[in-house]
């Protein structure tokens, strides 16, 4: 198993364009979520999802997007990107009824 | 809400040293208690938990004693090496299926 991948691995963008990350599991996981990573503050939750077709708003939710058609995918949207966005992004999945977070390597994202 | 607190880092420490990271939760309910790891340029990786109050996570020479009356799991090692730098995040999670909480994360550096 791969367990969870997220791709890419680092991307500089200017500020108001937009991209996806994305993010796969092969655990046949129910639970997907996205976090960021910033110095000080740990990790913040910013979409969840349950299932396919079930998302959710976690704790910094505003200026991403998310989608959940398969399983296997959770793509998170940055719809216009700006220099806050700047982080560390970190796609983790659990089984339905688990506890213990499987977490992908990390997305590195800067914001000019 | 779900909060936890862990010891402001970063910690260095000697090769061989003992190691405390203090981490205190406030939660409604029973939560299960976590440790992770963070290796530079990595994921998070579990490396502990517990799930019910006096229950002993224990990994790699790490331990960690779920207290109840005193809301704590204190992550503790008797003698760390290099290896174990990293980032060390404490969490919980509200039981199956629920939400999970994690500290700001206490960076660990073990020198030669």
């Known amino acids: 198993n791969a367990g969870v991948t997220q791709t890419p691995k680092f991307q500089v963008l200017k500020t108001g364009q937009s991209m996806t990350l994305q993010c796969a599991q092969d655990?046949?996981?129910?639970?997907m979520s996205w976090y960021r990573q910033d110095p000080g503050m740990g990790l913040r939750l910013i979409h969840y999802?349950?299932?396919?077709?079930?998302?959710d708003q976690g704790e910094v939710p505003n200026g991403y997007n998310v989608s959940r058609s398969t399983t296997e995918d959770f793509p998170l949207r940055l719809l216009s990107a700006a220099p806050s966005q700047t982080s560390v992004y970190f796609c983790?999945?659990?089984?339905?009824?688990?506890?213990?977070?499987?977490f992908g390597p990390g997305t590195r994202l800067l914001v000019l | 809400g779900n909060s936890v607190t862990q010891m402001e880092g970063p910690v260095t420490l000697s090769e061989e040293a003992f190691l405390t990271i203090n981490c205190t939760y406030t939660?409604?309910?029973?939560?299960?208690l976590f440790w992770y790891v963070q290796y530079p340029g990595e994921g998070l990786q579990l490396l502990l938990k517990?799930?019910?109050?006096?229950d002993k996570g224990s990994n790699k020479g790490f331990e960690a004693t779920y207290r109840k009356e005193t809301t704590s799991f204190h992550l503790e090692k008797g003698s760390v090496q290099v290896s174990d730098s990293a980032v060390y995040f404490c969490?919980?999670?509200?039981?199956?299926?629920?939400?999970?909480?994690f500290g700001d994360g206490t960076t660990l550096t073990v020198k030669p």
């Open positions: 983790a999945s659990r089984k339905g009824g688990g506890e213990t977070q499987y």
């Open positions: 655990m046949n996981h129910e639970y």
């Open positions: 999802s349950v299932g396919a077709g079930i998302t």
């Open positions: 939660a409604t309910g029973y939560p299960s």
């Open positions: 517990a799930t019910k109050a006096d």
């Open positions: 969490a919980l999670s509200e039981g199956p299926g629920g939400k999970s909480t």
